[in-house]
Nanobody, 118 residues
Framework: QVQVIESGGGLVQAGGSLRLSCAASGRTSEMTYMGWFRQAPGKERELVASIRWSGGSRQYYRDSVKGRFAVSKDTAKNTVYLQMSSLKPEDTAVYYC??????????WGQGTQVTVSS
């Protein structure tokens, strides 16, 4: 069993930066990818970025965040980060950390609110 704990959410002005952290514990040897999702009010949940945990560091970014967001990992700490820069009001959402261990992302964090003011 894998568990994740998120931190770093908050309120920031447009153009500002914020860094989210997600620490994993448990049977981390089963993790293949770690991802960041978000869900804004009235919108569907969407994958923001992901990084391969084992066997490399392949990354994925949603087009709308390319050049602004960066995902990274610290394997010694079993932690993944999401550095968010040049934030826009459209980035306002609840952000979730998730772990892919099998067919799909199946381990989820509690979610952290990110609010970007105009």
């Amino acid at each position: 069993q894998v568990q994740v704990i998120e931190s770093g959410g908050g309120l920031v002005q447009a153009g500002g930066s914020l860094r989210l952290s997600c620490a994993a514990s448990g049977r981390t040897s089963e993790m293949t990818y770690m991802g960041w999702f978000r869900q804004a009010p009235g919108k569907e949940r969407e994958l923001v970025a992901s990084i391969r945990w084992s066997g490399g560091s392949r990354q994925y970014y949603r087009d709308s965040v390319k050049g602004r967001f960066a995902v990274s990992k610290d394997t010694a700490k079993n932690t993944v980060y999401l550095q968010m820069s040049s934030l826009k009001p459209e980035d306002t959402a609840v952000y979730y950390c998730a772990v892919h261990t099998g067919y799909d992302y199946d381990i989820w964090g509690q979610g952290t609110q990110v609010t970007v003011s105009s």
